[in-house]
């Protein structure tokens, strides 16, 4: 065991060597990866963008401690050209973020979908490919750090909303949705007869109601009674079906609740809430939220509630964006620059909540550093496999080791 960890920081420190030459990331101050990056704009404006995925990786490593890194396929296109805009309205959109989902049994047995990115982080193990694909629409008008203040109205802060769509790709994702129902509330479908119907996200596991303290994942469990084929889904036939079952009043009762009616929903923060605790909304072990609005599958449950967070340090996941403003006006307003940053501290505990190490104290990342990227995709695949193969010998010293800072470079 010995021999093996002391081989192992030698690799490691030649690997840093190299990496100071070779390639900045993974870095002590980066753990996220830019593995492709898809762009059709001047150069100029493509370093631009660069930088800020860059940043916002800095932003979210300055919170959470990684085991290993996250690989990041970015695109800065003209969303319309890439994807039909005449099927879905791309022009209002400003960037997306999918992360890779896998499905596993989770630890209370029941099997759920986890972004790839967390799920290395809990099982220490390497699995191939991009946790992220990042897409940012070139079609709208961003402002970048350092250009003139105050922002020109119309204008977005990239850094901003990078961040956010990081946060979801690392798992602030919920998969309850109205597709093809319209009315009603399912979690997503499994993709084989040997899984359950109904899968929930990771996410998922954690969303109680706030009136009873009853969880969304017993829902879940109570709408898997329904016995629907998938292999020979269709939309009609699966809504004929379910629209008949006892189970379709549970969808739609989550529907009512998350339709337009405030504080209905939240994260619990804790494993000590009993099932059947009564909750109030207000409660320090909750973050709420977004159900105020008309259901709206892609701003509804996976955002937090605008009204309570938009004005504190959890403004970070409310589901629109105040043009004019940037993440540094934001930070200063709720007075988080320099104690949690982006990234407030209930999503702080939530995130661990989810599996993530979160750090004991936040440091706003040096954006002086590291203006310059240059990647080596072959090395850092060798990285998280060095690291993934010895995390049992004795990780800590990973970290001690990584954040030597003779690697970083200036
Ligand atoms: C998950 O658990 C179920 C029930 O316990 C079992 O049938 C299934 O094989 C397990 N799946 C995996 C991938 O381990
Ligand atoms: C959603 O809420 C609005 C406003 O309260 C209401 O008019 C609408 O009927 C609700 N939708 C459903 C499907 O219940
Ligand atoms: C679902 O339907 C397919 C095709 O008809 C069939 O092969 C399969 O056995 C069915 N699965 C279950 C669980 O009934
Ligand atoms: C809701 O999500 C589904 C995917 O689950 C998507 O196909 C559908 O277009 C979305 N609906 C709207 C109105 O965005
Ligand atoms: C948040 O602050 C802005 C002014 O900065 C104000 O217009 C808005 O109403 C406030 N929102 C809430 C929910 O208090
Ligand atoms: C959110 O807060 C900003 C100020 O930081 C304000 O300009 C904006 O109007 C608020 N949005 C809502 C919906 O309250
Ligand atoms: C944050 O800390 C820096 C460095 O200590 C300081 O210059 C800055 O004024 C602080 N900002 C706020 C908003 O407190």
Redesign the pocket.
């Known amino acids: 065991m010995k021999i093996l960890t002391i081989i192992f920081f030698i690799i490691l420190t030649l690997l840093c060597l190299t990496r100071t030459t070779l390639s900045q990331n993974p870095s002590p101050t980066n753990w996220f990866i830019i593995t492709k990056f898809q762009c059709t704009s001047d150069k100029t404006k493509c370093d631009k963008v660069k930088n800020v995925i860059n940043l916002a990786g800095k932003y979210i490593t300055a919170t959470l401690n990684f085991k290993l890194s996250i690989k990041i396929n970015a695109g800065f296109l003209d969303l319309c050209k890439v994807r039909k805009c005449d099927v879905i309205d791309y022009n209002n959109v400003i960037a997306s973020a999918s992360p890779l989902m896998i499905k596993f049994n989770d630890t209370d047995g029941k099997m759920r979908s986890f972004p790839l990115a967390l799920y290395k982080q809990i099982h220490s193990k390497y699995v191939a490919g991009d946790d992220i694909t990042l897409i940012i629409n070139s079609q709208k008008d961003y402002w970048f750090r350092g250009d003139p203040l105050p922002m020109p109205v119309g204008y977005v802060d990239l850094l901003y909303v990078v961040i956010h769509e990081f946060i979801h790709g690392l798992g602030f994702t919920n998969s309850w949705d109205d597709y093809p129902l319209k009315t009603a509330l399912r979690p997503g479908f499994g993709d084989s007869p040997s899984q359950p119907l109904f899968v929930e996200n990771i996410f998922d596991k954690f969303i109680v109601q706030t009136q009873n303290g009853k969880s969304l994942s017993s829902m879940t469990d109570e709408l898997n009674q329904f016995q629907y084929n998938l292999t020979t889904y269709s939309d009609q036939d699966f809504i004929n079906s379910f629209s008949k079952s006892p189970q379709f009043s549970i969808a739609q009762y989550v529907y009512n609740i998350a339709n337009n009616t405030r504080g209905t929903m939240g994260l619990l923060l804790t494993s000590n809430i009993q099932p059947s605790n009564q909750l109030s909304p207000n409660q320090n072990d909750i973050l709420l939220l977004e159900t105020s609005i008309l259901f709206n599958n892609g701003s509804s449950i996976g955002h937090v509630d605008?009204q309570t967070y938009?004005?504190t340090s959890d403004f970070l996941m409310v589901y629109?964006y105040?043009s004019g403003?940037t993440l540094d006006d934001?930070m200063e307003?709720t007075g988080s620059t320099n104690t949690t940053g982006p990234i407030g501290p209930k999503l702080r505990r939530f995130l661990g909540v989810l599996g993530y190490d979160v750090k004991q104290s936040y440091t706003p990342p040096d954006i002086n550093i590291g203006i310059h990227i240059s990647f080596n995709l072959l090395l850092s695949f060798i990285l998280d496999v060095i690291l993934s193969s010895v995390l049992n010998l004795d990780f800590s010293k990973v970290f001690i080791l990584k954040a030597n800072p003779y690697i970083l470079t200036i």
Do not use: D, G, H, L
């Open positions: 605008m938009n004005n629109s105040t403003e934001k307003k």
